[in-house]
């Protein structure tokens, strides 16, 4: 029998509007770097130049923004903190095409109703502004107050009538991370917007209006990263979209996604989509694992976007996917390729001398200040084209000093003014040295060749006509009858890739032919490779993934191999066929395939500097 008939014995309650303002709060107010970000938003939708950010106690005592909006007149004023209550919509259609940064009209009602808020704003063209205050849900009226133009919104105590809420709250200093990383967000999003952040009235983030992104990159996160950024520019007419910003090279990822940044439309996303398009940008280029940093604009067309889909918005829905994904991916790989991908030697020094500061027993106490004494790795002398190279040091080629005026720009392996002049010296039969104009650099051989034979691969299985060796006598491998399973429906892609393989029998396949270019054909190991790569994905791996998945396992099986003797000619030939490919600076796993030492390195090294 139902219950709740009658109006007396009724279950279901209308929730009165001061508990659905708390409801609505915890969804758009987790923490102060939260309100933070409301605020500042709406300062931005305000046409604000200037906005300054006050912090007591990371956020949990007070949270103030202050900026020169457009202001607010007394009505406007007196609806501010009423739920719903906006300046971005009008009418149902204005969902499809919301260009602010702000539109649902929950964020004032929402902190309003968890803290002790005042407001105070001035339009430019009043003499006085109003002020108005919501103390946990109990807004009084708006009165007049002198005031400079633009808005400031104080919030203090938050969540003092919901201890609870506040109960998760961290240490103040996280809480003060959490806002600095919003505000940097929206300094970076916004050029043309001049920020000053304080905490405990100490002063922690100054950008001045005129700074570009690089600039505003520079004064976050230092110079060394900034000036490594390479820019990425492209647009697609037709989808009526542009792609702006800056790739960091490789050596700059990390193991989390927090210098990782999309801004669409000004708005900062944390989206699945534009994570996975710079996931794929850098594939190739680096280390499985890490992730790489990036300070990316996306401009879209507002109505081929759907920002309305959670009160944070975070994540968005794109109309075409599929084409911006391809166009993104593209636009990516092509100013990744030209970052400088190889590990300076600089960093390696500092390594060094970190590494001989912790081992020293003596804590550096009774050693000469600044002395390196590195134990220097095994060297192994040997004869390259009637040359012998001895483990000892020997000069580097002289330096041409460049024109006065002229900046001297650096040789590196692959350009075209470089005539890869040796002579090389092979280290361990496994490392390339040989002189630069600014310096020296060392190649993993094993590396670069594992990136040549890739990219020929590629190119071969690409142009729909891979040279296949067919052998004369088919080599048999045994495998589980299950594994068989798995290869047979592949048995066609495999051969568009030059891999010829037939079942024979219940549980054996039939290898008739290899790639030409693979240098020691394994036919066992290629299958063996075959079989555990579908296992590893759990599923059937789309027909683009099982192409790069084999042709990487081809190109490491056929390389030129840690402890190969190389001769002159060899060495150079392997240059020159690196030179020849649009990247040739990570191995198809995304390792480096050399290090580069400038003069400068050297002399910080020998404390000449």
Request: aromatic letters at 4%; proline letters at 6%.
């Amino acid at each position: 029998m139902e219950q709740g008939t009658g109006s007396q014995g009724a279950v279901i309650e209308v929730l009165g509007e001061h508990v659905r303002n708390q409801i609505a709060a915890g969804e758009v107010v987790e923490r102060p770097s939260s309100v933070v970000k409301e605020l500042v938003e709406n300062s931005l939708d305000a046409g604000a130049t200037h906005i300054e950010v006050a912090l007591e106690e990371g956020g949990a005592k007070l949270v103030r923004v202050t900026d020169d909006g457009v202001g607010m007149a007394e009505v406007d004023v007196n609806r501010a903190f009423l739920p719903h209550a906006t300046s971005k919509l009008r009418l149902p259609e204005d969902l499809e095409h919301i260009a602010s940064l702000g539109f649902r009209g929950e964020a004032l009602a929402s902190i309003g109703s968890v803290a002790r808020t005042s407001l105070l704003s001035r339009r430019h063209e009043d003499e006085l502004g109003w002020r108005i205050e919501n103390e946990g849900g109990r807004i009084s009226e708006a009165v007049e107050a002198g005031c400079p133009a633009g808005t400031q919104i104080e919030v203090r105590d938050l969540f003092y009538n919901t201890p609870a809420r506040r109960r998760f709250m961290k240490r103040a200093s996280t809480e003060f991370a959490r806002c600095l990383d919003v505000v940097q967000r929206l300094a970076l999003a916004h050029e043309g917007v001049g920020f000053v952040m304080t905490h405990d009235g100490k002063r922690v983030l100054d950008v001045e209006p005129e700074m570009d992104l690089v600039a505003r990159i520079r004064r976050a996160f230092g110079a060394e990263l900034a000036d490594a950024l390479v820019p990425v520019s492209a647009t697609h007419e037709a989808a009526r979209v542009r792609l702006e910003g800056y790739v960091a090279p490789p050596r700059f990822s990390r193991r989390d996604t927090n210098r990782q940044m999309w801004f669409l439309n000004g708005r900062y996303l944390r989206d699945k989509v534009l994570s996975r398009c710079l996931k794929e940008g850098y594939r190739g280029f680096l280390v499985e694992g890490r992730q790489p940093t990036a300070f990316l604009h996306l401009h879209l067309d507002p109505s081929t976007v759907d920002v309305n889909v959670s009160p944070t918005k975070a994540e968005v829905r794109f109309r075409e996917q599929r084409q911006l994904f391809g166009f993104c991916v593209n636009a990516l790989r092509e100013a990744v390729a030209k970052t400088d991908i190889a590990t300076p030697g600089e960093s390696m020094v500092r390594s060094m001398e970190r590494r001989q500061l912790a081992e020293d027993p003596n804590q550096g106490r009774f050693r000469e200040p600044g002395v390196l004494r590195p134990t220097p790795p095994p060297v192994v002398a040997r004869e390259v084209s009637g040359k012998k190279f001895e483990p000892t040091p020997r000069p580097l080629a002289p330096v041409e000093q460049p024109e006065e005026g002229v900046a001297e720009q650096p040789a590196v392996m692959g350009e075209r003014g470089d005539d890869l002049r040796g002579p090389f010296l092979q280290v361990a039969n496994t490392y390339l040295v040989r002189a630069l104009p600014d310096g020296f650099e060392i190649i993993d051989q094993h590396a670069l060749h594992e990136r040549i034979t890739l990219e020929e691969l590629r190119a071969e299985v690409q142009s729909g006509k891979p040279e296949v060796q067919r052998l004369l006598v088919p080599e048999l491998v045994e495998v589980a009858r299950a594994e068989l399973e798995r290869l047979k429906p592949r048995l066609e892609e495999l051969a568009g890739m030059g891999i010829e393989l037939e079942p024979f029998g219940e549980a054996t396949v039939a290898v008739h032919g290899l790639p030409a270019r693979l240098k020691k054909p394994d036919a066992q190991g290629l299958v063996n490779d075959l079989i555990a790569l579908l296992e590893e994905k759990g599923e059937t791996p789309s027909l683009d993934e099982l192409v790069e998945e084999v042709l990487h396992r081809c190109a490491c099986r056929s390389s030129i191999m840690a402890g190969d003797s190389l001769t002159e000619e060899e060495i150079r030939a392997l240059l020159e066929r690196g030179r020849a490919l649009e990247s040739d600076q990570t191995c198809p796993h995304a390792r480096p395939t050399r290090v580069r030492f400038a003069l400068e390195d050297l002399e910080k090294a020998f404390h000449r500097r």
